[in-house]
């Protein structure tokens, strides 16, 4: 079975909720959610027997744009996992979706929120695939606009439709800027294959400046859907008016697709040797901003939604320095290992928070103030999530930021270096203020009875348990999932990034 | 003789127009207009490039004029999406302005 049925049923299973939503679900819409997780749950079991080879034909088929290559399926799971959980949210989060939409029945316009996700994860799993800048366009658009609608979902809130046009226009003023670098690759190459590009890259005599210009107009559209510094503007504004389970999936799937595209992109780009050290150059600068841009912005902030955006900025910079680091074979398994890490924790997260601000109406830090004596579980789910974002060691983000820093010390990349560190120390400090609020303050919830325990239903405690364990394991013993990250990203993710000879990396 | 530097040009004065309205203006449908200039402008010399480098045949390369009809195809999407959300906001808040929205800041 060849991988593109996998989207495929993703697409048919996110068009039959909404089918199902309109002509069967008259109340209760929960149970959307839940098949679309059984759905989503069985296309990512599929994902591990499908038939990864390519057609070695001569006839071109749709090979050309479509790549089945290890990093594609590493990041199709990722996709999945996260919409699968981005769902669970989105059943605790039904009740605020209610109240701030407006519909005729009861439980009327709710099933698009838990639909859309469905749909989004196959535009993510196909930019996971997409090797042609056609197809990359497409999937790339297919996954901004449901954003769109999804960050404007709750639109009875200003919040939420204000958070919705900021996102609209930043969204697609880096579509322009995409395309237009499009046009430019295409220009100077005839091609919009990302191989032939190279190709014809690879023996490219003329003029550098079309070609840095090319690459400076996708940087900076790929730099927003990434969240680079100085393309961040709409991040922390955008978090915090969307719809929580919507920011966590921006957080992660957003983020992780953009990932794949700027690393094809940018392997294409190191084929033009002219410019690799002007690239590398750019890659180092853009990276140490976005490091100190996205850890010290995070330190007033006093609602966590808003705290963990900037920590999504920051997290991105600490990706960057693999990325800046890619002449090493390992730089394609540290970007993997950290975004698999990256993933429970921001996840985990946003779980809690969603589920103490269904309690508490609120999500700024005070509202976590002595959680750990109103419910003990929660607030050690939080703890495993912030120590793990901050880096502690015995956690998954601890060997992530490990793996980052190893490849960037084996490449010299001093300066990234050192600027990585101080910044860690920064994130200990917003990081565990959260803790603080948990463990250390007096109870003293605004709204709520005081010492009341919070109810979690059983679908979210299932997850929480599951994504704690999966930081820990990550964390303790990282060998097995290294091993199989080794077989799945390195080959492609690894030599990942370039072919060109040593000696044009920066020193 | 229009030559490919003269449609690149005019290609690359729109696009410069589109970003500067973006930039500077202050109503939402305008800055929308503006971003549908961007997209035309990568159009414009899309077709030209198609155009003017020939393949071996002698035909015009057709990659880009598929490229092309995917974009006005996604710009329509967009402008749908986008003047429904501007609506919505228009209806909360009277205004398209987007001095008028900045509920949430630093």
């Not at chain 1, 985990?348 to 002595?370: C, E, K, Q, R, T």
């Not at chain 2, 999407?77 to 987007?98: C, N, P």
């Amino acid at each position: 079975m060849s991988p593109i049925y996998l989207e495929a049923a993703v697409v048919v299973l996110g068009v039959f909720l909404l089918a199902l939503e309109m002509f069967v679900v008259q109340g209760e819409k929960k149970i959307l959610a839940w098949l679309g997780i059984a759905g989503l749950g069985i296309v990512l079991a599929a994902s591990f027997f499908v038939d990864q080879t390519a057609p070695t034909g001569a006839v071109p088929s749709y090979h050309a744009f479509y790549s089945t290559d290890s990093l594609a399926m590493f990041f199709k799971r990722f996709a999945l996992v996260t919409t699968i959980i981005v769902l669970v949210m989105s059943v605790d989060y039904l009740g605020v979706v209610r109240k701030f939409t407006p519909g005729a029945t009861a439980h009327g316009g709710l099933g698009e929120f838990l639909a859309l996700p469905v749909l989004t994860c196959a535009g993510l799993m196909w930019m996971a695939s997409a090797v042609d800048f056609v197809m990359i366009f497409v999937s790339l658009e297919l996954v901004t606009i449901s954003f769109y609608v999804l960050v404007s979902y709750t639109r009875r809130n200003a919040a939420s439709l204000e958070a919705g046009v900021k996102y609209l226009i930043l969204g697609a003023l880096s579509t322009g800027f995409f395309v237009y670098g499009i046009t430019w690759v295409f220009g100077l190459t005839g091609q919009t294959n990302l191989e032939q590009v190279s190709a014809v890259f690879a023996a490219y005599q003329g003029s550098t400046a079309p070609l840095l210009f090319a690459f400076v107009l996708l940087v900076i559209a790929l730099g927003f859907k990434i969240a680079a510094v100085p393309f961040q503007i709409w991040v922390p504004d955008v978090y915090q008016g969307a719809p929580t389970p919507v920011a966590a999936f921006l957080s992660v799937g957003s983020k992780a697709a953009g990932f794949v595209v700027f690393i094809r992109v940018l392997r294409t780009f190191f084929h033009a040797t002219a410019i690799a050290h002007k690239i590398d150059l750019l890659l180092v600068a853009v990276a140490a901003c976005t490091l100190v841009y996205g850890n010290l912005a995070a330190l007033p902030q006093n609602n966590l939604k808003r705290l963990l955006a900037y920590s999504s900025i920051a997290h991105a910079g600490y990706l960057l320095i693999a990325v800046a680091s890619s002449a090493d074979p390992a730089s394609g398994g540290a970007i993997a290992f950290y975004l698999a890490a990256y993933l429970p924790m921001t996840l985990l997260s946003f779980l809690v928070m969603i589920v103490v601000a269904n309690y508490s109406a609120g999500d700024d830090i005070a509202d976590f103030n002595g959680l750990s004596k109103r419910s003990p579980f929660l607030a050690f789910a939080m703890l495993i999530a912030m120590v793990s974002l901050a880096g502690l060691p015995f956690t998954a983000g601890f060997f992530g930021k490990f793996l980052v820093f190893t490849v960037a010390i084996a490449q010299h990349q001093t300066l990234l270096v050192i600027l990585g560190i101080i910044t860690v120390a920064c994130g200990f400090y917003y990081y565990l203020r959260v803790v603080k609020a948990m463990y250390f303050e007096p109870d003293t919830t605004p709204s709520g009875q005081p010492g009341g325990q919070i109810p979690v239903g059983l679908l979210t405690r299932v997850t929480i348990a599951v994504l704690i364990a999966a930081i820990l394991v990550l964390g303790i013993y990282p060998k097995p999932a290294l091993g199989l990250l080794g077989s799945a990203a390195p080959q492609e993710a690894a030599g990942v990034l370039r072919s060109v000879s040593p000696q044009v990396v920066l020193r | 003789m229009v030559t490919l530097n003269d449609y690149l040009f005019v290609s690359g004065l729109l696009f410069a127009i589109g970003f500067a309205g973006v930039m500077l203006r202050r109503n939402i449908l305008i800055i929308f207009m503006c971003l549908e200039l961007m997209l035309n402008a990568a159009n414009l010399s899309l077709v030209a490039f198609s155009r003017f480098n020939l393949t071996p045949e002698r035909t015009p390369n057709y990659n880009a004029q598929v490229l092309v009809f995917f974009i006005i195809t996604v710009a329509a999407a967009e402008v749908a999406v986008g003047l429904a959300i501007i609506v919505a906001l228009y209806r909360a808040k009277q205004t398209v302005q987007v001095n008028d929205i900045n509920k949430l800041q630093f």
